[in-house]
């Protein structure tokens, strides 16, 4: 499966903003969410089955943060409320390897070249 990540940008803290990731099939289990500052390890944000299950997210960034997937356009979007400049960063959606997700980048392949956001204070 390809992943293609994109709906990052510039803007101000505050601000809303919803990425998408569009799959090229949906061979894969589902998509994940992570994303990594300059300087910082990878981090999961969120994954999601293709049925709707599998559904999880890190515990600190449920207020904020919302996946959703389209299954007939073969997209998942993760939509990021209120940003922060502490969320600017590459935001990858790489595919699920099992069916029920996680949050070790080992659980997943696909990574992709991701999104980049940048929140300005």
């Known amino acids: 499966v390809q992943l293609q990540a994109s709906g990052g940008g510039l803007v101000q803290a505050g601000a809303s903003l919803r990425l998408s990731c569009a799959a090229s099939?949906?061979?894969?289990?589902?998509i994940g969410w992570f994303r990594q500052a300059p300087g910082k390890e990878r981090e999961f944000i969120s994954c999601?089955?293709?049925?709707?299950?599998?559904?999880h997210y890190r515990s600190s960034m449920k207020d904020r943060f919302t996946i959703s997937r389209d299954y007939a356009k073969r997209t998942v979007y993760l939509q990021i409320n209120n940003l922060k400049p502490e969320d600017t960063a590459i935001y990858y959606c790489?595919?699920?390897?099992?069916?029920?997700?996680?949050?070790?980048?080992?659980?997943?392949?696909?990574w992709g070249q991701g999104t980049l956001v940048t929140v300005s204070s």
């Open positions: 999601i089955g293709w049925s709707g299950g599998s559904l």
């Open positions: 790489p595919a699920m390897t099992t069916v029920a997700g996680g949050d070790r980048p080992g659980q997943y392949d696909n």
């Open positions: 099939d949906r061979t894969s289990f589902g």
